[in-house]
């Protein structure tokens, strides 16, 4: 898979504190060595030690068929130089290792003794088959070709076979295998030995390289029905478009572009492997090919106003013109549903961009029906999704790939609810009365958002519920005198994948019993990361005395901006006494929403 950008995060240190010294490097006698010199390798898959994995590697995905151990030489490891390559013999005679294997390595002459100063690295690349990686007797070869100084300091160094774009990551083919490489860096080889025998008694001194693979395996998971009920044919009822097949692409971060190059169908339960570098892919692109009945669907047509799949233009065109006396286009209304879309042409993307043109002899049009014309042309592509060749999308956003995981792609059932073409106003309302965790939102005007939460900050525990008010009661641990993430109650939202959502108020209801201290806080987090402050002011609540607390309401406007991850209202909650409790409840967080990408009745698509 071309475009995986090998990539290293920082040292590992030597895992033994054997080090030779610079200047008359020993093996632990006392006697200076040769000028050739042995190492004693421990070499892990870290994906057998992980804990974030959701799944256990297979022995495939694990499997090492081959090796190259580079060397590097300098004072520190960024600007160590690769002085030799070896092949690692043990390997290639022993093909098929997982998890871990110890391995005994000459490392080549004039590897040994060190440079006054200097330190030696190693940088292990296995299975390198199919990366472009090869050896020319002791120089590391690209393609058949010097690996070139991008940093042009005289050397290579770590930082210019970062640089190098490998062919592909590999594969589970046996003789073939994932690429993998250090997880962490160089590692010092701290411990030489001037023979093969000293080298293979002396584990105990045995330098350990973490590698990993080079990607992240993700499983499909089919949750979509075989019939996409959602969408109708041709305004028929009982005729639905079935799921023909389904493949994979990555889209460019850059550019938004993507090619289909695994061109296969998937069943649920099938496992890809997405390259790790999440900075040049970082969305997942799933192509259905719809049919109805036995046919393939031709090009077709979705208007974000209607449950129907037009499977021609001419279909979509007879819908827009049995609506038009419905329309309100002003001016435009004075001529005929005929003398509009009779003249309108459409144009359809391979990617499902509708382009609308309009044919007529504009010639007697007022100025201002050529600006509603244009209106209206402008609408029309923007709430019209063309299917070229029956092909819809849906788009998964890899937020963060952790190396070794396994990840589940779940394509759900889609929606009736349309997503809205412009600024759609919404509401989330989280009711908060039930007194204990895990709560959610109760009520959501609009299928728009993917999930919801409710947290609160480790300073508070809750107290169960006030039945009278229909209050979540929440307890101080102690009196916190700043605002902190300790003292944070948090309702958060996030939008379907493809739609941002905007903030503009924010109101709830709250309590205090028997209390007059305490501050609040008030923001709103943007799914950035940044705060808008609404206001900071005293917790005070109308109440006749303290053994008869009421509700106080609160209301705050918001000026955000559009949100496309998880964004809420934050409320933190400080200087107020141990063991005092507080009650909240309606807390309802409103806004409108958006589609700046284009979206397929409910389900998030991106286009190039």
């Not at 920082?10 to 020993?26: K, Q, V």
């Not at 006392?30 to 992980?50: C, P, R």
């Not at 970062?162 to 411990?191: R, W, Y």
């Not at 909650?573 to 507080?582: C, I, P």
Request: proline letters at 2%; a negative charge.
């Amino acid at each position: 898979m071309a475009g995986w950008l090998m990539a290293w995060v920082m040292i590992l240190a030597g895992c033994n504190n054997d080090a030779l010294s610079e200047e008359t490097p020993d093996n632990g006698t006392g006697e200076a060595m040769s000028n050739e010199s042995y190492i004693n390798l421990h070499i892990v898959n870290t994906a057998a030690m992980t804990t974030r994995a959701t799944e256990a590697a297979t022995a495939a995905e694990n499997a090492v068929y081959d090796g190259i151990l580079c060397i590097f030489e300098g004072a520190d490891e960024a600007t160590a130089a690769l002085k030799t390559a070896v092949v690692i013999d043990q390997l290639v005679n022993n093909p098929g290792n997982s998890t871990s294997v110890n391995i005994t390595q000459r490392l080549a002459t004039g590897t040994h003794p060190y440079t006054t100063g200097q330190h030696l690295y190693v940088l292990a690349l296995l299975n390198t088959t199919s990366t472009g990686f090869a050896l020319d007797g002791t120089t590391l070869k690209f393609n058949g070709n010097d690996i070139p100084d991008a940093d042009s300091n005289g050397s290579i160094t770590l930082s210019d076979v970062q640089a190098l774009t490998i062919n592909s990551v590999g594969s589970t083919d046996k003789h073939v295998g994932f690429f993998m490489t250090n997880s962490n860096g160089l590692v010092e080889a701290t411990a030489l030995f001037d023979t093969e025998e000293a080298a293979r008694d002396g584990s105990a001194a045995s330098v350990t390289v973490n590698v990993e693979r080079a990607a992240a395996r993700i499983r499909v998971t089919n949750g979509i029905s075989t019939t996409l009920k959602a969408i109708k044919l041709d305004g028929d009822n009982n005729s639905h478009p079935t799921i023909h097949r389904m493949s994979w692409a990555l889209a460019s971060e850059a550019s938004g572009n993507f090619s289909l190059y695994q061109q296969k169908s998937h069943q649920s339960g099938d496992v890809i492997y997405i390259p790790e570098n999440t900075s040049t892919a970082t969305d997942i692109i799933v192509e259905l090919q719809l049919k109805d009945g036995s046919f393939l669907l031709d090009d077709c047509y979705k208007f974000y106003f209607s449950d129907y799949l037009y499977t021609s233009a001419e279909q979509f065109v007879k819908f827009l013109k049995d609506g038009w006396d419905s329309q309100d286009w002003g001016v435009l209304n004075s001529h005929s549903a005929e003398e509009i879309y009779g003249h309108m042409k459409l144009e359809l993307a391979d990617n499902g961009a509708v382009t609308v043109t309009f044919t007529m002899d504009q010639s007697g049009y007022t100025e201002q029906e050529k600006s509603k014309l244009n209106e209206l042309k402008t609408f029309l592509q923007n709430n019209t999704i063309g299917f070229k060749q029956g092909k819809m999308y849906y788009t998964f956003t890899l937020a963060e790939v952790l190396r070794n995981n396994a990840y589940n792609l779940t394509l759900v059932e889609e929606t009736t609810s349309a997503p809205p073409a412009s600024h759609a106003s919404t509401n989330v309302t989280f009711k908060f009365d039930a007194g204990t965790a895990g709560q959610t939102a109760t009520s959501i005007n609009g299928s728009w958002f993917n999930s919801n939460s409710i947290s609160i900050g480790s300073n508070f525990t809750y107290d169960g519920k006030d039945n009278t008010r229909e209050q979540t009661l929440l307890k101080s641990a102690s009196k916190e005198t700043s605002v902190a993430a300790s003292n944070a109650i948090e309702f958060m939202i996030t939008p379907r994948t493809g739609l941002t959502f905007t903030p503009t108020r924010v109101s709830f209801k709250a309590t205090r019993y028997g209390t007059d201290g305490g501050y609040i806080m008030v923001s709103w987090v943007n799914s950035d990361g940044s705060t808008v402050p609404l206001t900071t002011e005293p917790f005070r609540a109308n109440r006749a005395d303290v053994d008869d607390p009421s509700i106080t309401e609160k209301s705050y406007n918001v000026t955000g901006t559009a949100n496309s991850g998880t964004c809420g209202l934050r409320i933190n909650l400080y200087t107020l006494d141990k063991d005092k409790r507080v009650g909240f409840s309606d807390i309802v967080i409103e806004g409108t929403v958006n589609n700046p990408a284009q979206t397929i009745s409910g389900v998030g698509r991106t286009l190039p």
